[in-house]
């Protein structure tokens, strides 16, 4: 099976659309003859031609206008908006033009829309460059949401946004783009809407993405030491949120506990809380914790960033602070 | 030179322009009687400019315009009913009761959408205009806009990209002097709009928006360019709105006289008078044409008020395309 990086699954993914679709097109700021900030779509100006894969000038509202009145005409444009931190410099078009074209048309339109966008912390990028914007784009129906945390995942779910006649924004992790995983050749565009068990437990539901699902993992192989047993879920899709795995595990385990590199207020984990409150509270037998950044900022210094983004320790003593709290 | 539009697409140009204005008069009325909510921006003195446009453009080419963009559905081509059955929140509107007057959206007509954030719609044409160039379909994207959009971030964004990227567009400016409440000379520091695409390096055309057949003329000649694959253009329409900004406004702001002074350059006198000299028209079918154009607007009030409003699972249709 063959292995590549997550930042190589990008590139995979939008190869492999980009061939097997003419309406494809792809476009964003130093995408094309620079191969993205990120290097992450080297080559495929030389591939597709400039016709199909474009740089633009620095114009957020542009790049999603466009790419918007692209999709509703017949292309099916990926548009990149290089960090996820500029997302409210083009929010007008996301939230109300984006969002709401289908639907205040009468249905008039198809919008067959992917946006992609770097987001996440941990790297030293600072205030505005670390963001994760999952919960800023949740708010505006219309649009679907997915944050792949492996290699194989964001090639399947970037492609299987691509094919979505929706718009979808796609969210890579920075700090994820290095990571190494294996991607079946014949790994096909997955649908969208899923979560995914990526390790099995009995104790205590730990739902998480990206970055924080790769320390949830850690943290659960150190709990397990203590014979304390984890099942962690990878949300993958934020919008359509995967209610019945996350309600499933809670059955089993009667504990949650949601970690989120994101603020507390608004922030989604609170939405799975509600789930849980909702659809859920007979199996809880201790109130949901959430793990995130409180009300703070992401800073630059070192130990400002480290202590902000929660991280295993503050992981497992969730944990076991809902384990306890029984 | 002014080109002269053959008699069949004057008759035309003519009825859709009394037609127009006949229906936002209505729609006036309908909104004082609380049959039309929320709000209405009527384009009541600019129908020349939607006319003349629409007479340049082919099937195929796409719209995006404004709230204050009755005119323009009207003139590409939509129904009366359908018009009035959005404005009244009806199933068998032009988007289903969910846009209102605001919205006004007919991809059948290539009419994209009209926007009500300002400024909006102008790079949601730049990616109509990009298909149209990748697909090499020959047509064309037309963005309307008043002269208050062009302080909006949007406005420089979608020209200087359709400059770069030499996409088949025009930006069609309708200079009716007044942002909402404020006089644009308060608000903007150029005398004209159309300098604006100097800084885009696109040709930016000043155009007298009360004469159908001068806009025709520079949206024509701005389309055939654009179709050759030469670039987007800029266009201004020096125009005026009659009526307050929306709902109730009486535009107690504007200099005394000044309406009176823009009544005798009124768009359809305009037309009329020229096809009267040209033999093409007499009063009396000029009052044939208007009572034709008063029947179609009652017509269509009339059958929009006995049509259903939408079942109220429609409110969850139409978020996400299912399939
Ligand atoms: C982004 C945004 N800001 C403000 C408004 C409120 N608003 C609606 S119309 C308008 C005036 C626009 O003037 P202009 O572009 O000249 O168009 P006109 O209404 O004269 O046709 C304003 C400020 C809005 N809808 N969207
Ligand atoms: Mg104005």
Request: proline share 5%; net charge negative.
């Amino acid at each position: 099976m063959p292995e590549m990086t997550y930042r190589e699954a990008v590139a995979k993914a939008l190869t492999d659309e980009l061939a097997s679709d003419p309406d494809v097109i792809f476009f964003g700021e130093d995408v094309a003859e620079a191969g993205g900030v990120f290097k992450v779509t080297p080559g495929l100006y030389e591939r597709f031609g400039p016709d199909r894969v474009r740089d633009t000038p620095i114009s957020e509202q542009a790049i999603i206008g466009t790419a918007l009145g692209a999709a509703i005409t017949g292309l099916r444009p990926v548009a990149e908006l290089m960090f996820a931190d500029f997302v409210p410099v083009a929010l007008d078009q996301l939230a109300n033009q984006v969002a709401k074209y289908r639907y205040m048309s009468g249905g008039q339109f198809v919008v067959p829309l992917t946006v992609r966008a770097a987001q996440g912390g941990g790297n030293g990028f600072g205030t505005q460059h670390s963001q994760c914007a999952e919960s800023w784009l949740m708010n505006f129906p219309g649009i679907k949401v997915v944050s792949p945390s492996t290699p194989v995942d964001m090639y399947g779910l970037l492609r299987g946004a691509i094919r979505e006649n929706n718009p979808v924004f796609v969210l890579e992790h920075k700090g994820l783009y290095n990571m190494k995983g294996e991607v079946p050749d014949d790994t096909a565009p997955m649908k969208l809407g899923e979560s995914k068990v990526m390790r099995e437990g009995t104790d205590v539901t730990v739902v998480a993405s990206q970055l924080m699902m790769h320390r949830s993992l850690e943290a659960a192989e150190q709990l397990a030491r203590e014979d304390i047993s984890c099942e962690v879920i990878d949300v993958r899709s934020f919008v359509p949120l995967d209610k019945a795995t996350i309600l499933h595990s809670l059955a089993k385990t009667n504990h949650l506990v949601v970690v989120e590199e994101a603020p507390h207020q608004a922030g989604w984990g609170g939405d799975i809380a509600s789930l849980a409150a909702d659809e859920g509270v007979y199996w809880l037998a201790a109130p949901v914790k959430r793990v995130n950044m409180g009300a703070a900022l992401i800073a630059y210094s070192p130990p400002l960033e480290d202590e902000v983004l929660p991280n295993v320790g503050r992981i497992m003593r969730a944990v076991k602070s809902v384990l306890t709290d029984a | 030179m002014i080109t002269s539009l053959p008699i069949e697409r004057r008759q035309q140009a003519l009825r859709l322009m009394i037609e127009t204005r006949l229906a936002e008069e209505k729609i006036q009325e309908l909104f004082l009687a609380n049959l039309i909510r929320g709000t209405t921006h009527l384009a009541i003195g600019h129908e020349a400019v939607a006319v003349g446009t629409a007479a340049a453009l082919i099937t195929g080419d796409k719209v995006t315009c404004t709230y204050r963009g009755h005119h323009h559905a009207l003139a590409l081509g939509m129904s009366l009913r359908a018009m009035m059955g959005e404005m009244m929140g009806k199933e068998a509107g032009a988007c289903k009761g969910k846009g209102g007057s605001m919205h006004m959206t007919d991809a059948s007509i290539g009419l994209l959408g009209a926007n009500a954030i300002v400024g909006a719609q102008l790079p949601i044409a730049m990616g109509a205009a990009l298909t149209a160039q990748v697909k090499k379909t020959g047509g064309i994207a037309v963005t309307f806009f008043g002269e208050g959009a062009s302080n909006i971030g949007a406005f420089h964004e979608a020209l200087n990209m359709a400059s770069v990227w030499k996409l088949p567009a025009l930006f069609i400016c309708e200079n009716n002097l007044y942002g909402e409440y404020s006089v644009w000379s308060k608000t903007t520091p150029v005398q004209d709009i159309a300098v604006r695409g100097t800084s885009y390096a696109m040709p930016g055309v000043i155009v007298d928006g009360q004469d159908a057949e001068a806009v025709y003329t520079v949206v024509k000649a701005a389309g055939d360019r654009a179709r050759a694959g030469e670039g987007p253009s800029l266009i201004e329409c020096k125009t005026y709105r009659y009526r307050g900004h929306s709902r109730t406004d009486t535009a107690p702001y504007r200099k005394q006289g000044e309406l009176d002074e823009w009544l005798k350059r009124d768009p359809i006198d305009i037309l009329k008078a020229r096809m009267i000299a040209d033999s093409q028209l007499d009063e009396v079918e000029f009052a044939e044409m208007r009572q034709a154009a008063e029947m179609a607007v009652v017509d269509a009030v009339e059958w929009a008020k006995q049509q259903p409003y939408p079942p109220v699972e429609a409110l969850y249709a139409d978020v996400y395309y299912e399939g």
